[in-house]
């Protein structure tokens, strides 16, 4: 937002008693404004995928019940979209003290400044207008955190001003107090120092801040979320006891459950330079599925759904380059670029102790797998006998070099290809890519079932079935 507010909210504290508003803590806020969409039937948690009869029914009850929160979650399972998620579920526009450091209620001021200011002014207090999307602050926790950041410390030139150590006025508020009335999100949260995280227990409990030996009583009005990966939660660092007390609840996330879950991350998530068909990246979902399973990767480490994410944005770019290189007008992902994904995404995974060296093997084995349990599902009950003994005739070349229009020309005119087409979504299209695709995971399926051979060229960029 740029910070422009309706013309028509109030500007003085005297506007804003006469127009009826109400003041409401921010965690009553949410709870009320939740219960409004689940009456009316309308989702607050829109983008986010996979968690509906799990995940979000224990956030929607910590929420409705007033608690604090940490997510408890490997990497790449959205713990941080769904913190993000949480400000649809405040005011689209809440009053403020104008000036306020921290953001105070024009009904409630906390600090010495404004309280002072409310006493002079009175009715001509004037108020400014915050739109819900500032009222979210979120921290990445690192070990060089300081109290400083999250809490607070003395100003040294509001102390050079003349004003003594032991004046309240002379802290500079640090992120939590600045998202006075509002939610504070803590990514890796066992990543903060134990020292620090004892500098929240105040705040979460007491709602007080102790800034360089005095304590300022401030009736911080906050809701406190936090993320945790629990490879760090045991081994890297930990939540301190106390601290973990003070959450009300403790939510642990998953990865998608249900393969459509899955394809519907990354439809959702992954920028594709060109168009990928369906059947592609379900084989995508599939091989990140395997993978999430294999004895040989590191599961403690997981597999992150920005994992299949940048698969598919691979995958798109790979169609790309060789439209470029074909001088096809039109670019339509095939099979063959998935070839691309394990050499460029196999940095992005943990390997169990014992299989260095067998990466790519590991990889390749999985996507084959992926590729096979994918045709199988969307050609099941189709009859390819015909295709296979056409082409063992009159082999098909295909390959990184190898345009789309010259693939499907090269097919034999077979009834069966028209039921493959239908299928795999490449019918009534004059472009020749979807119709490439398509044939292609038929010929692969075949290669895989060994009912085909696959013969690669020396340039190493096409293959021959047959």
């Known amino acids: 937002?740029?910070?422009?507010?309706?013309?028509?909210?109030?500007?003085?504290?005297?506007?804003?008693?006469?127009?009826?508003?109400?003041?409401?803590?921010?965690?009553?806020?949410?709870?009320?404004?939740?219960?409004?969409?689940?009456?009316?039937g309308t989702d607050p948690w829109q983008g986010i995928v996979g968690f509906d009869s799990t995940v979000i029914p224990q956030v929607e009850r910590a929420l409705i019940a007033g608690h604090?929160?940490?997510?408890?979650?490997?990497r790449g399972q959205g713990k941080?979209?769904?913190?993000?998620?949480?400000?649809?579920l405040l005011d689209e526009w809440t009053p403020v003290i104008e000036g306020s450091e921290i953001g105070e209620h024009p009904y409630a001021p906390i600090t010495p400044?404004?309280?002072?200011?409310?006493?002079?002014?009175?009715?001509?207090?004037?108020?400014?207008?915050?739109?819900?999307s500032e009222r979210y602050t979120e921290k990445l926790a690192t070990p060089d955190t300081a109290v400083a950041d999250l809490i607070g410390d003395v100003d040294p030139v509001k102390v050079s001003e003349g004003r003594s150590l032991g004046d309240p006025e002379t802290i500079h508020f640090g992120l939590v107090p600045r998202a006075h009335r509002g939610i504070v999100a803590i990514n890796e949260l066992p990543d903060l120092a134990e020292r620090i995280q004892v500098a929240l227990l105040n705040v979460m409990e007491e709602r007080d801040?102790?800034?360089?030996?005095?304590?300022?009583r401030l009736p911080l009005d906050v809701l406190m979320v936090a993320s945790a990966n629990p490879e760090d939660y045991t081994n890297r660092g930990r939540i301190i006891t106390p601290l973990k007390d003070r959450f009300g609840a403790e939510i642990r996330t998953h990865y998608p459950l249900e393969l459509s879950d899955e394809i519907g991350v990354i439809e959702q998530e992954a920028r594709l330079a060109a168009d990928v068909p369906a059947h592609l990246l379900e084989i995508i979902a599939r091989f990140t599925r395997h993978l999430r399973e294999s004895t040989a990767v590191d599961q403690s480490s997981g597999v992150s759904a920005r994992f299949s994410v940048a698969a598919a944005e691979t995958v798109a770019a790979a169609a790309l380059r060789r439209a470029a290189l074909t001088g096809e007008?039109?670019?339509t992902a095939r099979p063959v670029d998935l070839e691309s994904v394990p050499a460029v995404l196999r940095g992005k995974l943990e390997f169990a102790s014992g299989e260095e060296g067998r990466e790519d093997e590991i990889l390749r084995h999985l996507l084959r797998r992926a590729t096979a349990d994918t045709a199988r599902a969307r050609l099941r009950g189709v009859d390819l006998t015909a295709l296979a003994e056409a082409v063992t005739a009159h082999p098909v070349r295909t390959g990184e070099r190898v345009p789309a229009a010259d693939v499907v020309v090269a097919l034999p005119k077979i009834p069966v290809l028209a039921e493959i087409a239908n299928r795999l979504g490449a019918a009534g299209t004059e472009d020749p890519g979807p119709m490439a695709s398509a044939a292609e995971l038929a010929l692969e399926l075949l290669f895989l079932t060994r009912r085909l051979a696959k013969d690669p060229s020396d340039d190493g960029d096409t293959v021959s079935y047959g």
């Open 1 to 40: 937002m740029d910070g422009t507010f309706p013309a028509d909210l109030p500007r003085s504290l005297d506007e804003l008693r006469a127009s009826g508003h109400q003041l409401r803590d921010v965690k009553t806020e949410i709870r009320e404004n939740l219960l409004a969409a689940l009456r009316a």
């Open 68 to 74: 604090d929160m940490v997510l408890l979650g490997e």
């Open 80 to 88: 941080t979209r769904l913190l993000r998620t949480m400000i649809s």
């Open 113 to 132: 400044a404004s309280v002072r200011r409310a006493a002079e002014l009175g009715g001509g207090l004037p108020v400014t207008w915050r739109h819900r």
């Open 209 to 216: 801040i102790q800034v360089r030996g005095y304590t300022l």
């Open 329 to 331: 007008t039109g670019a």
